[in-house]
């Protein structure tokens, strides 16, 4: 079964850093892009940032281009979102996705539990 486990969620002031892992299971993790979403309170949930199966391309949204680097470790499975220069707007749980294909007409979203990422003075 595909699973996804966020952790590294908390609270940091303006301007600190974090940095949210996901930790992947039940699918052929080098064969599959990885995502970020986030969902703030009475917004839609956005994708964050996107990262290539073999890691070689990245894909950001604009709100945290410069801040945010998403990364992959195909050894441990996992996936990272750094993010510095954090803002008040960043506010928002944060979830791990993956699109799996099964065949080729067959597609299913599986996501984490979400890690709370606030930012607050």
């Known amino acids: 079964q595909v699973h996804l486990v966020e952790s590294g969620g908390g609270l940091v002031q303006p301007g600190g850093s974090l940095r949210l892992s996901c930790v992947a299971s039940g699918f052929i993790f080098t064969s599959y892009a990885m995502n970020w979403y986030r969902q703030a309170p009475g917004k839609e949930r956005d994708l964050v940032a996107l990262i290539s199966s073999t890691g070689g391309s990245t894909t950001y949204a604009d709100s945290v281009k410069g801040r945010f680097t998403i990364s992959r470790d195909n050894v441990k499975n996992t996936v990272y979102l750094q993010m510095n220069s954090l803002k008040p707007e960043d506010t928002a749980v944060y979830y791990c996705?993956?699109?799996?294909?099964?065949?080729?007409?067959?597609?299913?979203?599986?996501w984490g539990q979400g890690t709370q990422v606030t930012v607050s003075s």
């Open positions: 996705n993956v699109k799996v294909w099964y065949g080729m007409d067959r597609r299913n979203d599986y």
